[in-house]
């Protein structure tokens, strides 16, 4: 089932995992995507999350950085991308395969 969050946007969830040291620049997520009701996002579509910092020191936390999800032609910036709520409190590696994560795609 695809969410929505309290701002109105739309909330998919993927099963996937990380690739890369958390530290690596370069490290993303692949995986695909279990639940969306977006006609450019189907289940089963394979996709990738990156992470870009904004290579500097910032006081905001809005000015960290950006996660991006890619699916086809298409990307998304996302306002969020966690695990699914039923993994929290659980000691886990984020670059496990098949875990689940919730991704908050910005509307507009």
């Given amino acids: ?40 996002l189907p289940v089963g579509e394979a996709v990738e999350v990156t992470y870009r910092d904004s290579g500097r020191r910032v006081t905001g936390p809005g000015e960290h950085g950006t996660y ?17 709520a039923s ?6 590696d984020d670059r496990a395969p098949a875990s689940e994560w919730e991704a908050e795609l910005v509307s507009g």
Avoid: I
């Fill in 1 to 40: 089932m695809t969410n929505s969050s309290a701002a109105g946007n739309v909330v998919v969830c993927l099963s996937g995992a990380w690739q890369g040291e958390a530290t690596d620049p370069q490290r993303s997520f692949h995986g695909a995507v279990l639940t969306s009701t977006l006609e450019a």
């Fill in 68 to 84: 991006t999800l890619r699916a086809g032609d298409h990307s998304w910036t996302l306002s969020r991308f966690t695990q699914h």
């Fill in 87 to 92: 993994q929290a409190g659980q000691t886990r």
